[in-house]
């Protein structure tokens, strides 16, 4: 009986990426729970600048962590962001591109859809 969750724009969440493996399920997709205290909802593509801003913030994407099955992030790469993290570097003036249909529609409780289409990748043809 689990509902079908939604994205920014109002239509079933697409998946964001398995190359490498994301979403806070590592299930590919940017769904969440209560469990989820980080809120990792904006499908977002890696760019070289926003992986050094989030090592300066403390939080090393890029760097391969064998001990979690974690390969390191490069430039390219789509991921499940921390919206406030993705807030915090869209105020910097270094937030990745962003894919809507593949961004949760919780993402809507820390940033505006005008920011994220601000940001957007060219939508999906499907």
């Known amino acids: 009986m689990s509902q079908t969750p939604l994205n920014v724009l109002g239509r079933p969440l697409s998946p964001c990426g398995t190359e490498p493996m994301t979403g806070y399920f590592r299930d590919g ?8 205290r980080g809120l990792h909802v904006v499908c977002a593509v890696m760019t ?5 801003f989030s090592r300066r913030r403390g939080n090393d994407l890029s760097t391969p962590r064998p001990d979690y ?8 790469d789509r991921w499940c962001l921390c919206a406030n993290r993705w807030l915090e570097a869209f ?5 990745p591109r962003v894919v809507l249909e593949a961004t949760h529609l919780n993402a809507l409780g820390v940033v505006t859809l005008d920011q ?11």
């Not at 997709?29 to 989820?36: E, F, I, K, L």
């Not at 070289?48 to 050094?52: I, T, V």
């Open 29 to 36: 997709c940017c769904r969440t729970d209560a469990s989820d």
């Open 91 to 95: 105020v910097e003036g270094v937030a």
């Open 69 to 76: 099955d974690f390969p390191g992030l490069r430039p390219g």
């Open 116 to 126: 994220l289409q601000s940001h957007a990748l060219a939508s999906d043809p499907s």
């Open 48 to 52: 070289a600048e926003f992986l050094a």
